[in-house]
């Protein structure tokens, strides 16, 4: 009896050991798990809701605002006005995208990237929060989700993506009340975190149009301390198709010599950060923002939308291949990248 019962147990004990083995995956302990850091390198695959049209993953497309000589969104464009190279050779534009589809508005997903480190005055973040309200203002009949980022001594989210107006403004009103976040202003990291933010939660299509993805980054314009480069910061601005655009307020005048004289290039502009990925630099030499604002974000919501199917030969070949738009002289052309990496076969 006492070894039919340890028999017993014994082949209990080996069941038992089997059916560990067979699901490895899962911990004995949830709290023996190891932590997984959060990989600061590409993106997680984007999900789209069902009700979108399902873009062929090998159309590339591209961003292209048109400015005219007065630096004015030009926004009576064809396709015909427009051509399209990659690697060199003309391509055939496949897919073409003006702000405006038959009275329809083209959806918006922005990152307000607010810097509050000691550097930023108080008065210059009431003045800020103004403008940003005028900002949202002029889109407010666009179907445009907002989310709110700060960084100063780390990069905190106040606000994750909303279309309520009034929670947009309550993240606002919490950022002039907050005390400075140190003296260290971790900018890339900000925008490395906000391409992130847009590629996670911001689908590439909405409403059954592609998405226009961007992060207005306002700062003093001098990155300290940051942990991820601003050439890496690009190059995933870049796969994820999405334009930052940089607002360098007055405090960055003070170390001039005068205030009259053109700013001189802060570390954010030689970097290229917002014109590798069809932004923009602007100085808020005002003490309004609004209009600066305003003008703002009639650009970001002006964009016309290009693309083309590959080669063949390089559509599956997992290489980097160059984009370049040309369109009607005299006037300026930014295009949000300027290469794209193709499926693995």
């Given at each position: 009896m006492k070894k039919t019962a340890a028999f017993l147990l014994q082949s209990s004990l080996i069941i038992l050991l089997l059916m560990t083995l067979a699901t490895p995956g899962v911990p004995q302990n949830p709290s023996d798990a190891p932590q997984q850091q959060r990989p600061r390198k590409v993106f997680p695959n984007e999900q789209e809701p069902e009700d979108v049209v399902r873009f062929d993953t090998d159309l590339v497309s591209v961003d292209v605002t048109v400015m005219d000589s007065m630096g004015r969104?030009?926004?009576?464009?064809?396709?015909?006005?427009?051509?399209?190279?990659?690697?060199?050779?003309?391509?055939?534009?496949?897919?073409?995208?003006?702000?405006?589809?038959?009275?329809?508005?083209?959806?918006?997903?922005?990152?307000?990237?607010?810097?509050?480190?000691?550097?930023?005055?108080?008065?210059?973040?009431?003045?800020?929060?103004?403008?940003?309200?005028?900002?949202?203002?002029?889109l407010a009949d666009h179907p445009v989700s907002y989310a709110v980022m700060t960084f100063g001594m780390r990069v905190k989210t106040l606000q994750k993506f909303t279309s309520d107006a009034s929670k947009l403004d309550e993240s606002l009103e919490r950022i002039t009340k907050d005390a400075p976040s140190g003296l260290s202003t971790h900018t890339y990291d900000a925008v490395d975190d906000a391409i992130r933010l847009l590629v996670r939660s911001a689908p590439r299509t909405r409403e059954r149009r592609l998405m226009k993805r961007a992060v207005l980054v306002v700062t003093d314009g001098f990155p300290v301390g940051d942990t991820v480069k601003p050439e890496t910061v690009i190059e995933r601005a870049n796969a994820a198709d999405v334009s930052v655009f940089v607002v360098t307020l007055p405090s960055y005048?003070?170390?001039?010599?005068?205030?009259?004289?053109?700013?001189?290039?802060?570390?954010?502009?030689?970097?290229?950060?917002?014109?590798?990925?069809?932004?923009?630099?602007?100085?808020?030499?005002?003490?309004?923002?609004a209009p600066l604002f305003r003008a703002l974000a009639e650009e970001v919501s002006s964009a016309y939308v290009l693309a083309f199917y590959p080669p063949e030969e390089k559509r599956r070949d997992g290489q980097v291949h160059t984009i370049r738009v040309e369109g009607p002289r005299g006037l300026t052309l930014r295009q949000s990248r300027s290469e794209y990496r193709a499926a693995n076969k």
């Open positions: 969104p030009v926004k009576n464009l064809k396709p015909e006005d427009f051509k399209i190279y990659s690697d060199g050779v003309p391509q055939e534009i496949a897919f073409f995208q003006l702000e405006k589809r038959q009275g329809e508005l083209r959806p918006l997903a922005i990152v307000f990237a607010l810097d509050v480190s000691g550097s930023m005055t108080s008065d210059e973040l009431g003045r800020l929060r103004t403008a940003l309200q005028s900002f949202s203002s002029y005048s003070r170390v001039m010599a005068s205030s009259t004289q053109t700013p001189l290039p802060t570390p954010l502009d030689v970097s290229g950060l917002a014109e590798l990925t069809g932004g923009r630099n602007v100085y808020a030499n005002e003490r309004d923002y």
